[in-house]
């Protein structure tokens, strides 16, 4: 074996043969010849990826193994650890998107020769690419460096002939964003849009916590245009170079370092910044920074290190520059805050405070803000802010409508942007007059300054409702199951979802990564909720799995017995994450009494897996009974009657408190009278 050859665990073996982890516990016990491990730990052993891939094949259980997963596995198991190996693969689908034919001049023959000849050719695009080696995150790798990393390296070039380097980057990327995600903090990429879309088109663009690149990413390319990152984290600093090199032409400038304390674009003036900083971080700098000139508009407290990212934006601006900077709520009414917010206003420095809904971005049980910033060229004489709340947006659970969001936002600030006023619309924007907030507090949270947004209709509107609970609940009562009979336990014979799927009963997949632009994604949360689709998922070419009618949903994480029939309202969406799906033979099985055995708790109980903090369902574990067809039909029936049963009780819950919360606020502002 190789030394220091990619290793692949008992899920990654799972993941290549398209099975489940237990059928590689199994085949480890019943199989003398299975590949033995060579690293990790007794309970989670580590194996040689060649020489599972060759024992797949010896045995049947695999014609081939997808390229794409034989790649990832590559980067998953790099003796160095998946950063290098992204690094690797980066500098190298840089190589092949610039100067194609110089790779496949250095690619033949051996992979010795490989090692040897790489590095010059990839210091002719990483230097043009990326500026002087003292102050670029991205250096040329090593031959030595490598020569370990040559079979990702290839594998990693036939990935960009079949999808191209962007794309194969992308995967790879978010596949290890997505296997990590405790150690990032994203930003998601429909809020990327928003936030670039606010920052308007820019030649030289700044993001002093760049990350992962999500912001940089999505600002509009130009042409010269030059791109600046920085982050504290060596290795993201180096993946967003990469990331934002592979996808377009423009200079890209990314460093590593503490913005506040250590800048590394000191003498930048931009076009644009746009930021997603660390929240409520206390150790930002506030002793060995009291003198900066940076605090243009006050020194931040030891508490507000929002407000020192913000003044830092601001820093970097040409006069008439825009800043668009991600904040937590609290930094637009804390108090230790209110001098800096009241000079920035003053000084027309703020231009909007946009509250998003719960759920836009990690934290995600939070509304997050977004502030809109400019570089004043000479101070207003009646500055104006705009606040616009769209909090009525969120849906149930995490979902909502993203591009009515962006579209809702950017109708109302450019306007704004060109006029410095705008028309106000009750419930959702305002222009305020700076002078109204500059009191005491200089509370700038939207919903404390825009008018109620009357409910239309008023009392004849909670009148509907009313009408409309009634009608559900009395639907409720019809639909309420009839006295159960009681009945002796049957022994079924069962057969488990696994063996269904082997026999050709049922099609098993499960969601994706990415989904096409604008598509439906139905999300975990959505199923569990009983709603209509509402996912996100970032854009991207992977090949998305489309819920049909009849297909049932589970939910993998939480450890709740549902399982979702998919109507012909849901047909189409794209299948989230954390979700699988059957595809039931309507010749074999029920769609109705899959879904209704499946939401067993005793079954469900005994196909589950238990994490330190989550519990998965392992699907293929899931149990049925052997029943005709047609005796199927009598308890699906029955399963698809207490599914319409549950869907009037939600109907019926949501209407209620709908109801409750129109008559409080109808009797708090008047318009509703107590008697």
Known sequence: MQHNATEVTAAGIARLAGVGRAAVSNWRRRHADFPKPVGGTEASPTFALAEVEAWLRDQGKLAEVP???????????????????????????????????????????????????????????IAPRFGAPRERAVNTPTGPELLTSAALLRGAAELAADRGARQAYEFLLGRHL?????????????????????????RTVLDPACGTGALLRAVAAGPDQELYGQDSAPDLAALCGLRL?????????????????????????????????????????????????????????????ELAWVQHALAHLKDGGS??????????????????????????????????????????????????????????AQPELLLVDTGASAGEGRGFDWAAVRSAVLDAWRPFERT???????????????????????????????????????????????DHLGDTLRLTSDLTPPEARRSSPVRWPLITVGELARGGALLLRTGGNTAPARAAVLADHDVLAGTAPSGN???????????????????????????RVVDEDTAGAVLGRNLTLLRPDPAALDPWFLAGFLRGTANNRQASSYASTATRLDVRRLQLPRLALEDQHRYGERFRALAEFEDALRRAGRLGEQLVRGMYDGLTDGTVTPD
């Open 67 to 125: 390229l794409r997963e034989r790649v990832w596995q590559q980067v998953a198991g790099h003796p160095e650890g998946p950063v290098t190996a992204l690094v690797h693969a980066g500098c190298v689908l840089l190589l092949i998107n610039d100067r194609p034919t110089d790779w496949l001049e250095v690619s033949a023959g051996s992979d010795e020769r490989l090692a040897a000849l790489l590095p010059a050719a990839l210091d002719q695009v």
């Open 178 to 202: 997505d296997a990590n995600p405790r150690q990032y903090t994203l930003t998601p990429g429909d809020l990327a849009t928003l936030m670039a879309g606010l920052a308007g088109p820019a």
């Open 245 to 305: 090199a592979i996808q377009g032409k423009a200079a890209v400038r990314t460093a590593a370092g503490d913005s506040l304390r250590a800048d590394a674009h000191s003498t930048l003036k931009a076009d644009a910044v746009v930021c997603h900083p660390p929240f409520n971080e206390r150790n930002w700098g506030h002793d060995e920074l009291a003198y900066d000139a940076r605090w243009e508009y006050g020194f931040p407290a030891r508490t507000e290190s």
């Open 323 to 380: 800043a668009v900077v991600l904040m937590p709520p609290a930094a637009a009414s804390r108090r230790s805050g209110r001098r800096v917010r009241a000079d920035l206003l003053r000084r027309g420095a703020l231009r909007a405070v946009i509250a998003l809904p719960v759920g836009a971005a990690p934290p995600y049980n939070i509304p997050l803000h977004i502030w809109v910033l400019r570089r004043p060229e000479k101070a207003p």
């Open 420 to 466: 410095g006023s705008a028309r106000e619309e009750p419930g959702f924007s305002r222009s305020v007059p700076v002078i109204e907030l500059l009191d005491d507090d200089v509370d700038l949270a939207p919903a404390r300054h825009l008018p109620p947004d009357a409910a239309p209709g008023g009392s004849e509107q909670l009148a509907r409702v009313r």
């Open 537 to 563: 998922l970032p854009e991207g070419d992977e090949e998305a799995v489309l819920v049909e009618t009849g297909d049932v949903v589970v939910p993998v994480l939480g450890g709740g017995s549902v399982a």
